[in-house]
């Protein structure tokens, strides 16, 4: 925890990861108030959460991940195709 040492405890706390949990959390909430959401959506909705470090590669990763995830465990279904997703709630 060197940054926090230096007084850099907003730098220290931008580039410390949040968990899956709350990642997936953002997504389906965003999920609940908007009904459906575009990849690009979800992009932009966690893109700026996800830590400072990360490369662009490892941000469409780390978001792709977590859709998987969600999807695996029948919490979200892409009612679009594969190109264009359309991320709804499974009812």
Do not use: C
């Not at 997504?27 to 609940?32: F, Q, T």
């Amino acid at each position: 925890h060197v940054a926090q040492k230096a007084g850099d405890k907003a730098g220290y706390t931008k580039n410390k990861a949040f968990n899956n949990q709350y990642y997936r959390d953002l997504i389906l909430k965003a999920l609940s108030q908007h009904s459906t959401m575009s990849r690009k959506d979800i992009d932009e909705l966690l893109w700026n959460k996800l830590p400072e470090w990360m490369t662009d590669d490892q941000r469409k990763r780390k978001v792709n991940n977590l859709i998987t995830e969600l999807k695996n465990h029948n919490k979200i279904v892409n009612k679009g195709s594969f190109k264009y997703s359309m991320w709804e709630l499974v009812s």
